[in-house]
């Protein structure tokens, strides 16, 4: 019986992709502290839309910035695309930019260490 680590050699890269609309900065700094050990990237696919948009946002990304400083991307799609069509955008910029796997996330969920 084979491990599961013989299906994983090596180390491969992560990316998780957190879709949000209208984030609540506080609980969206704590999604993206359970993600910043565990992955190489995370990026926000932002489904708010920009006429709604607070004034504040962008200060709020420094905010929401993890502490250990991985890249951290933000796609504002300025209206509700859906969450689909959000983690589609999501995924794509993963493959543009070469990573092997995605985690897929939503500004509620936590993830466990």
Not at 23 to 40: C, G, K, M, N
Not at 57 to 65: G, S
Not at 67 to 94: C, E, M, Q
Request: hydrophobic share 40%; charged share 25%; glycine share 4%.
């Amino acid at each position: 019986m084979s491990s599961i680590k013989n299906h994983f050699p090596g180390q491969h890269s992560i990316c998780a992709i957190v879709v949000t609309y209208w984030p609540d900065s506080s609980r969206l700094a704590a999604v993206l502290e359970s993600l910043h050990t565990q992955v190489r990237a995370i990026v926000i696919v932002d489904n708010t839309p920009i006429t709604e948009r607070d004034n504040d946002f962008e200060f709020r990304e420094e905010i929401i910035r993890p502490k250990n400083k991985i890249r951290l991307d933000i796609i504002k799609n300025g209206k509700n695309l859906g969450i689909p069509a959000a983690l589609n955008k999501g995924i794509l910029w993963a493959q543009e930019n070469n990573f092997d796997y995605v985690l897929l996330m939503d500004q509620d969920s936590i993830a466990g260490s």
